[in-house]
């Protein structure tokens, strides 16, 4: 199986800062990575697919970059509602990989 | 807009079988391009793809799940479910029925429902 490997585990910041989650995978899953927003009694929400693209109505200022091993989420200008728990996701090999996931609170 | 709702026991005995159901509303699940899974989260851990279901029936699991999963789809009620043999309390988790893309990553979730297992 590949391991995706999610750093930090915690992120503390505040509103208006800049974040960005790292995600390293046990081996080149080129650029089939996704990333999804999770919060407590709500359906989670994916947010960027094939590394960079960025899903429908979810805001410009989630992008995502890297390739091969090492991928990074970062979200410019955080936003209230983006105080969550954030995976990736690795699509490249059966059995699909996520993250331990990132919890970003508030500072 | 199609929406997903998990339903199901939220209590389910050691060495039981845990049965959920995802209910679709909103669009049809009869598109060839789309598969259907399931996936949970453990208190504490993280995400664990379990399986998915595509419209024609194929089925693929995580064999991390040694065969204990089956996924299967009744398209004319908008419904797939999940059954899960010979739980135990490492089964107890927040599990969510989504929609995969046809390159496998999942672009629509359900809200997610909590099993325990505990007797």
């Known amino acids: 199986d590949i391991q995706m490997t999610q750093s930090p585990s915690t992120l503390s910041a505040s509103v208006g800062e800049t974040v960005t989650i790292t995600c390293r995978a046990s081996q080149s899953v080129t650029t089939w990575v996704a990333w999804y927003q999770l919060k407590p009694e709500t359906a989670p929400a994916l947010l960027i697919y094939k590394t960079s693209n960025l899903q429908d109505g979810v805001p410009s200022r989630f992008s995502g970059s890297g390739s091969g091993t090492e991928f990074t989420l970062t979200i410019s200008s955080l936003q209230p509602e983006d105080f969550a728990t954030y995976f990736c996701q690795q699509y490249r090999n059966p059995p699909w990989t996520f993250g331990q996931g990132t919890r970003v609170d508030i500072k | 807009q199609l929406q997903l709702h998990e339903s199901g026991p939220g209590l389910v005995e050691p060495s039981e079988t845990l049965s959920l159901t995802c209910s679709a509303s909103?669009?049809?699940?009869?598109?060839?391009?789309?598969?259907w899974g399931w996936a949970r989260r453990a208190p504490g851990k993280g995400l664990e793809w379990i399986g998915t279901?595509?419209?024609?029936?194929?089925?693929y699991y995580n064999p991390s799940l040694h065969g204990r999963a089956t996924i299967s789809l009744d398209s004319s009620r908008s419904q797939f479910f999940l059954s899960l043999r010979t739980v135990t309390a490492a089964d107890t988790a927040v599990y969510y029925c989504?929609?995969?893309?046809?390159?496998?990553?999942?672009?629509?979730w359900g809200r997610g429902t909590l099993v325990t297992v505990s007797s």
């Open positions: 989504a929609r995969l893309t046809f390159t496998r990553y999942f672009d629509l």
């Open positions: 909103g669009d049809s699940i009869t598109r060839d391009s789309n598969f």
């Open positions: 279901v595509q419209f024609g029936g194929s089925t």
